[in-house]
């Protein structure tokens, strides 16, 4: 069955609702959605990050809040209303989220990702879910990521081989500091030990396609 992809409405030739490369961004930006909430805790006061805003007299004055990184803050909970979703669309108990919001966004964030094969397979609201997640992700980065290159270095695609015998081609990704490339769609690691195997397999499938 040939469909396309419910969020970047490219073919997928799996019948999946998002394709590989759409899961694999969807998974990368979920993972990091709780460090980006916690990280916006910083930005709430002007000049907090900017290093001024000491000297004055009299001691410490109330800092305005920023009101649009606290509107920012709030839109993290659609995190958790995506999980409900989930879990009524699969007819199971509503999710207990319970705490505060970053104890909250990280059970929502990890319900997410267990549920995410599930998700890409057959779920209609994948594509939705896709589109609000990297709106929100996008939104965040701008206020703690300025840096346009997050993402670190490009490896080429994974090439682990699952047990249907199928590649996995996932992009590969060296995070910035990282030794190791780690495939987010099925999790293989590539030390830099295999990087040369690594290229000669991408090389061959290549030219196989
Ligand atoms: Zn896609
Ligand atoms: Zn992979």
């Given at each position: 069955m040939d469909t396309t992809c419910t969020h970047c409405h490219t073919p997928d030739p799996t019948g999946s609702t998002l394709c590989v490369p759409c899961t694999t961004t969807l998974t990368g930006q979920l993972t990091d959605l709780p460090r980006m909430y916690e990280a916006l805790a910083e930005h709430l006061t002007p000049?907090?990050?900017?290093?001024?805003?000491?000297?004055?007299?009299?001691?410490?004055?109330?800092?305005p809040l920023r009101v649009d990184v606290l509107d920012l803050r709030g839109e993290f909970d659609t995190v958790c209303g995506w999980l409900a979703a989930v879990h009524d669309a699969r007819h199971l108990r509503g999710p207990r989220l319970t705490g505060d919001t970053l104890t909250r966004l990280h059970t929502a964030v990890a319900g997410l990702l267990a549920h995410m094969p599930w998700i890409v397979a057959t779920w209609p609201g994948a594509g939705d879910l896709a589109q609000e997640i990297g709106d929100l992700h996008r939104s965040a980065a701008t206020v703690v990521d300025p840096d346009p290159r997050p993402r670190g270095r490009r490896i080429g695609h994974c090439q682990s081989i699952d047990t249907s015998g199928a590649i996995c081609g996932a992009v590969l990704w060296l995070a910035p500091g990282e030794q190791v490339a780690r495939c987010d769609?099925?999790?293989?690691?590539?030390?830099?030990?295999?990087?040369?195997?690594?290229?000669?397999?991408?090389?061959?499938?290549?030219?196989?396609?």
């Open positions: 000049g907090s990050s900017s290093g001024q805003g000491r000297g004055g007299k009299g001691g410490p004055a109330p800092l769609w099925c999790s293989m690691a590539w030390p830099p030990t295999t990087w040369m195997q690594l290229r000669a397999w991408q090389t061959e499938n290549a030219d196989a396609a």
